[in-house]
């Protein structure tokens, strides 16, 4: 079946340091692919997304190129901040049409002053 | 707040007890789904619905578990006979279904301790 494999956590940076969580997945097809955040006591955040291999999901600084050869999604951004501590969660979505969601477990990150 | 919403925020109940949580998605979203986190992993997928018709059950999914969607709005989870593994936040996303993908947007959950 499909499956996310996440980076373990958790992963703690300095303010302005360069992120990167690793993704890789297990699907039949072409999935959807999903980074997820969820800050502290709130619910999951869509972050970015990418249908078809070489797109490139962005938002608010963060970025993932879907690759299908090496069936990866990593995450990344070039400057963190304080405010980018949360629960990250990458996220497939099978084919065609897209309904159930498979996670990876997440990656606790934690941005310090 | 147009968002979805669920309640109650949170339940406690004691084993063998019955249980229902209700979701109200974001005004016609056509999709409804129902996943349950534990601690420290991602949430799992359980069932979801198209308009009023459950189109996918999870494994996961016991005999002790029920969800409807009535008339396509709001849905309900019961869970019946609570076990102390039922112990989880319980995350209810919704979407409008259009073209080649929708994006899920999840409520803020129920978290349910059973003791």
């Known amino acids: 079946g499909d499956s996310v494999t996440q980076m373990e956590g958790p992963v703690t940076l300095s303010e302005e340091a360069f992120l990167t969580i690793n993704c890789t997945y297990t699907?039949?097809?072409?999935?959807?692919l999903f980074w997820y955040v969820q800050y502290p006591g709130e619910g999951l955040q869509l972050l970015l997304k990418?249908?078809?291999?070489?797109d490139k999901g962005s938002n608010k600084g963060f970025e993932a190129t879907y690759r299908k050869e090496t069936t990866s999604f990593h995450l990344e951004k070039g400057s963190v901040q304080v405010s980018d501590s949360a629960v990250y969660f990458c996220?497939?979505?099978?084919?065609?049409?897209?309904?159930?969601?498979?996670f990876g477990e997440g990656t606790q990150l934690t941005v310090n002053p | 707040d147009t968002g979805v919403s669920q309640n109650p925020r949170h339940k406690i109940t004691k084993r063998g007890q019955n249980v229902t949580f209700r979701c109200d998605p974001i005004?016609?979203?056509?999709?409804l789904y129902w996943y349950r986190q534990t601690l420290g992993q991602g949430p799992e997928f359980l069932t979801y619905?198209?308009?009023?018709?459950?189109?996918?059950k999870s494994r996961l999914l016991s005999d002790r578990f029920s969800a409807e969607r009535p008339k396509g709005s709001f849905s309900t989870l019961e869970i019946q006979r609570t076990e102390q593994g039922d112990s989880a936040m319980y995350l209810c996303?919704?979407?409008?279904?259009?073209?080649?993908?929708?994006?899920?947007?999840f409520g803020p959950g129920t978290r349910l301790t059973v003791l």
């Open positions: 996303a919704s979407s409008l279904s259009i073209g080649v993908l929708d994006t899920q947007y």
């Open positions: 996220a497939l979505s099978p084919p065609p049409s897209g309904s159930r969601l498979t």
């Open positions: 699907a039949t097809g072409y999935p959807s």
């Open positions: 619905f198209q308009n009023e018709a459950q189109l996918e």
């Open positions: 005004s016609e979203h056509n999709r």
């Open positions: 990418a249908t078809k291999a070489d």
